[in-house]
Each structure stands twice: as structure tokens, then as C-alpha cells.
């Protein structure tokens, strides 16, 4: 069965591959070598397996040369948008800091106009006090005035009443007209003081009506004055709530933290008492004392803000190239910022500086000590600009940007710890994105 399988076989291929001599013939002999068909249908086979292999091949490199193009395309494309996207935050944050300073700006005059506001809620009190007693003084004069002339028309009447019923006793024409001379003098002189006395009444009243008028006209701009005051304390103490709460800090935990630090009294934003008496305040003086405990406590937000990294290391423009979590199987406990080589690097808060030199892993390496149990770290400078012990405010240079350390290229390494663990610095540049 085997044989004759392998004769038809044969047979087949000899149809397809005839049986082939190629003679090599020399000087002195002639030899030839017999291509069996078998042996043609393993040639041609292979050959055909490496032509398929060939086109297979090329046809692979197109298609990768293809889609490198449209990869590349595709890469050109996004830089662009990144790069424009880049350009965008950087405006942004040009835009925020400007907004930043003339929140300062908005801060310190209106801190001015309170200081100014409180001299003239003084001088109002003090003159609605003296119109008080001033207003005490008209009412006990006009009634000593009212009873004056009771008593002065009592006695008129009493006159009138002798002379109309002759009990006054007359001696003789000289003396009876002396009598009445001396009568008429005093009726005289009495309805003058009557009339005087009249007139002072009515003036008391038409000056009380003017006092009344000018306390309720100065009550109505106080008012407005207070209604303003409290709408600005509202808009500005309500960001900065949120800001500290979106960083994770408690605000009455940081406020109290920092009035201890700054517990010295006087000053435009001290209480306003006017009695030495134990009298209960006024209504004006609560409001008064309310808005300014919001002013205070917007300063002590403004001192906070100053001591927690709430600002960008970098001033000029840069990309974030790797942000804070895991990678590679490792915690990348900070946020890379990228820049030219040499780009300034700028303290993020006020604090004192713990470490200022090379540290395995992170180069050249400053770290800076803040309040609230919070430290920062910049890394990979190829300069530092500040010591060991140098206090530092937000804002002040402690280096340059650079390649030290373990690092593939010119970027800052930027930490933020909070008791000596790491947290995400965007947290607290995201939180302050709305307020500075």
C-alpha cells in the first residue's frame, strides 16, 4: 500500500518536476547531477516559503513606516496642544497672581478705610453722645422755662385780680399814680418775660426737632457704613475658609495657632468700648465689634495663608512632568516641574531653612521648615542660594533649577510633608487657585 502510494506520488511530481541533469563538464571529464523530482518540490517550496516571508516582511515594514508617520503626526499634534495647553496655565497663573496682589492691595486700603471708619464711628459716637446730652440740657431747661412762666403768669393774674378788685389802697392822687406806673411796669415787664420765655420754649423745640433729625440722618449712614463692611468680610473671609479646608487644615485650629503667635493688643482692629461704666454695648457697637473680629480674623488668614505652602515654586513658564502617587511600583512623594536650566526656584511660604546640600537620591536639596507641622523639599538644583538656619518668606530665591541626583533631566522635584509624611503638593496650590 506504501509503494504504491509512493508511485503515485512520484508519478504526480513527475508531471510538475521532471527529472533534471545538470551536467558540469571539465578538460578531461564530464559528470552530471540528478535533480529527482523531490528534490525540485523542496526547492520550489522553500524558494516560495521565502518570497512569501519577503512580501510578509515588507508589507510589515510599510504598514510600522505608516502608522510611525501618523504616530508621529499624531505626537506633533499633541505637543502642540500640550504646549498650548501649557501656554494657557501659565497665563492663568500670570492672571492669578496679578489677581493675588490686588487682592493685597484691596485687603491693606480696605484695612485703611476700617482704621479711618473706626475714627469716625468714635467722633459719631462722641457727637451722638454730646447731642444726647445736649438734647438733656434743652428738655431741663424748657421745663425750669414752662414752670418760670406758670409762676410768672400766676402772678399776673394775681395783680390783675388786686387792681380789678381795689384791694390795692391808694393815699393820694400822687401816690395812686405812682401805684399804677409801678403796676404797669411790672405787668410790663412780666409779659416780656412771658413772651421771652415763649419764644426760648419754641426755640428749644425747633432745635430738638433738628437734633432728632441729624442723629436719625447719621444713624441711616452708619448703617450703609456697616451693611458694606459686612458684605466685604463675607466675600473675603468665605475663600479663604475654603481654601484651608480644601487643604485639610482646620481654619479655627490655624486661626487659634496664630492668634497665639500674635497676641498683642491695639491697633485699627481692637474692640470698640465706650463706657467705663458697665453699661450693656449698643446695638451699633455689637455690629461695630463684629465686623471688626472678621477683620482680625481675615489678618490672622492672611498671616496663615503667608506660613503654608500655598504658592508655585516657579515664577516663569514650566510643565509638570510627573505628578505625586505611585510609579514603578514606588511612591513618588512630590510633583516635577520642568524649565530651563538655571530657571529661579522660590520658597512656597514663609519657614527656616533645615537642610541646604547634596542628599543621596535628590542632588542638591533644600529643605524648609513651616508652621503647622508642614516642611518643604526642593530638589535636583544645580544651585543653592540659601543656608542652614536662614529664615525665608514666600517668594524669596533658595535656588536654580537643575540635573543633580537621580535624575533623567532639568526638572525641580517639589515635596510637601506634613508631620514628616508626604502629601500631594497640588493640594495646596489647587486650594489656593481661587483666592491668590
Known sequence: MRTRFAIRTHALLERVFPERRVFLKS?????????????QAVAAIGAGLVVAWTIVATAILLMDSISAGNFREQA??????????????????????????????????????????????????ARRRELETGIDVIQATL????????????????????????????????????????LAEALARTAEERDQVVADAQ???????????????????????????????????KPLDKMFSDAGMD???????????????????????????????????????????????????RIAAEKAPFATPLKDPFRFTSGFGRRWGRLHAGTDFAAPHGTPIYSTADGVVTHAGWMSGYGRL??????????????????IRVKVGQRVSR???????????????????????????????????????DVF
Open 251 to 301: 481654619p479655627d485650629r490655624i486661626i487659634s495657632q496664630v492668634r497665639r503667635g500674635y497676641s498683642g493688643q491695639g491697633g485699627p482692629l481692637t474692640p470698640l468700648t465706650f463706657s467705663t461704666r458697665g453699661e450693656e454695648p449698643s446695638a451699633d457697637m455689637e455690629r461695630a465689634n463684629r465686623i471688626l473680629g472678621e477683620m482680625d480674623k481675615l489678618n490672622l488668614y
Open 366 to 383: 533644600v529643605k524648609i521648615k513651616h508652621e503647622f507641622g508642614i516642611e518643604t523639599r526642593y530638589a535636583h538644583m544645580s544651585k
Open 395 to 433: 517668594g524669596d530665591r533658595v535656588g536654580d533649577m537643575g540635573n543633580t541626583g537621580r535624575s533623567t533631566g532639568t526638572h525641580l522635584h517639589y515635596e510637601v510633608r506634613v508631620g514628616g509624611e508626604p502629601v500631594n503638593p497640588m493640594i495646596y496650590i489647587k486650594a489656593a487657585n
Open 76 to 125: 506633533k499634534r499633541d505637543q502642540i496642544t500640550y504646549q498650548r495647553r501649557l501656554n494657557e496655565l501659565s497665563q492663568e497663573r500670570d492672571t492669578r497672581t496679578a489677581e493675588s496682589l490686588a487682592a493685597q492691595e484691596r485687603f491693606s486700603t480696605a484695612l485703611e478705610q476700617v482704621s479711618a471708619m473706626q475714627g469716625k464711628l468714635l467722633d459719631s459716637e
Open 203 to 237: 426755640d428749644a423745640l425747633v432745635r430738638a426737632d433738628e437734633i432728632a433729625t441729624e442723629l436719625r440722618l447719621m444713624e441711616e449712614k452708619n448703617d450703609r457704613i456697616f451693611r458694606q463692611l459686612e458684605e466685604a468680610m463675607t466675600v473675603s473671609v
Open 27 to 39: 578538460d578531461t571529464d564530464t559528470r552530471f547531477i540528478r535533480l529527482r523530482s523531490e528534490t
Open 143 to 182: 421745663r425750669e422755662t414752662m414752670k418760670e412762666r406758670e409762676d410768672v403768669n400766676d402772678r399776673l393774674a394775681a395783680l390783675e385780680t388786686q387792681i380789678e378788685g381795689g384791694d390795692v389802697a391808694v393815699a393820694g392822687g400822687n401816690e395812686a399814680d405812682g401805684t399804677l406806673d409801678l
